[in-house]
């Protein structure tokens, strides 16, 4: 079992956090007993993300019509700040 101090940061970009599958391949897998690194991310990447995510739903609005709200990174955050 590697532990969280020997596991290596990765820094996730507003793009990778602004696409919600990789997002949570990443965070899932970081999860796993053998995993080898951690998942980090700055605010400024955060918020870029967050007003990406929500301009793709206005726009996806628009053209649809009704949509379900994205899951914004600064949610996952605070849901599970490590």
């Known amino acids: ?3 969280t101090s020997s ?3 990765v820094f996730l970009d507003a793009a990778v956090l602004a696409a919600p599958t990789t997002r949570s391949l990443i965070l899932f897998s970081q999860l796993h007993q053998e995993a080898g690194f951690i998942a980090r991310w700055s605010r400024a990447a955060e918020r ?3 007003l990406a995510l929500t ?3 206005a726009t996806r609005r628009e053209r649809v019509g009704r949509t379900r709200p994205p899951t914004l990174v600064s949610a996952l955050r605070t849901v ?3």
Request: no cysteine; aromatic share 0%; proline share 7%.
């Open 80 to 82: 599970t700040d490590t």
């Open 7 to 9: 596991r290596r940061p």
């Open 48 to 50: 870029e993300a967050d």
């Open 1 to 3: 079992m590697t532990s």
């Open 55 to 57: 301009r793709r739903e």
